[in-house]
């Protein structure tokens, strides 16, 4: 059994999604990982990991646009209002999104969808430095 | 250690929650996995994998009704209309849900609570050829 | 390979946060886990497990209050209505949070981030009888 750690390190200009999936692969590919589950997770709960369409990008500018309809920026709903009016919907969003994915490696590929990238959902407004663990377990 | 894929594929016919639960188990049993975790993924960003009540089906009802008036299908809403009123609301929906469940298995029993059974959640309106991964590692 | 299961049990009383990360993290070092998967997944379909805020207790107020609005308990809205007008908002609760995480030791630790806990998230209004299992599988 073989097992590897690595930190991806991304930092966010406002509230985006930011695609990883390349820099995962690279990782696969230089670790000659065979058969195995990758876990990742974000070690914030103010942004989001997600699976999400890489073809057009309108589908994240409608994503971004629903979850800030979903949620709104309005210190007037929430108690927690002291790291800004983005923190506290930044929160919701997590909850109603993912901090953690699990994919799984198949003959030293990653297996996603055609249309599947990796995401990394920002949901605060100002800049951020942010980690995604990738943790290999397999052969 | 042991590792074993299996592709399942879901023929869909329009929003509804379609188990599988049996046809995993029966995967299960079939090559005698013992203690293990199995990773599930959907391939796709218009439909999500759920684990809900399996007593009720005016659960799956209402859960449907539900998703369907937190995301209307109106293309006012959205950028991205070309792929149909449905497209862009599942993209939703599938990142408000999951696409990715881990499950644990101990002594050839896949952990379930009771009532709970494993869902493909289809967010299209139009029939769709779906493929959930089936991931073993374990002993 | 080396995998242990463990059922933590919770009690609840009503729509909160359930801390549970001091009773994950015994777990562990009282297994001496060096590297590994754990998986957590609750046994149920009306509460969920949340990686949330550990600092301001305000966020899990506002995390509460926003579902309940979000998802309200009025019986005219659903069909699924004999357990109580708090079920089916549970059901569906469940539905847009999470009821499995896997989480990442490395060096016998568990990989959280500074502010962040594990959350038995609790949709009922009466008490209820819970259970977490964790299965974890590594070296």
């Keep these: ?17 930011y695609e990883f999936t390349n820099q995962t692969i690279e990782w696969i590919n230089k670790n000659n990982f065979k058969n195995g589950i990758l876990n990742l997770s974000i070690q914030h709960t103010t942004a989001s990991l997600i699976v999400q369409e890489n073809a057009d990008p309108d589908v994240q500018t409608d994503l971004i646009n629903y ?19 983005d923190d506290m919907p930044a929160h919701i969003k997590s909850a109603l999104t993912n901090n953690q994915i699990s994919l799984s490696i198949k003959q030293e590929k990653l297996l996603l969808g055609t249309w599947q990238g990796l995401y990394l959902f920002e949901h605060r407004l100002k800049t951020q430095n942010r980690t995604i663990i990738h943790h290999y377990i397999g052969d």
Aim: proline content about 3%; overall charge positive.
């Design 1 to 17: 059994m073989k097992q590897e750690f690595y930190n991806l390190k991304i930092n966010t200009n406002g509230q985006k999604l």
């Design 67 to 85: 979850f800030d309809k979903l949620v709104p920026m309005d210190d007037k709903l929430y108690a927690h209002t002291t790291e800004g009016k």
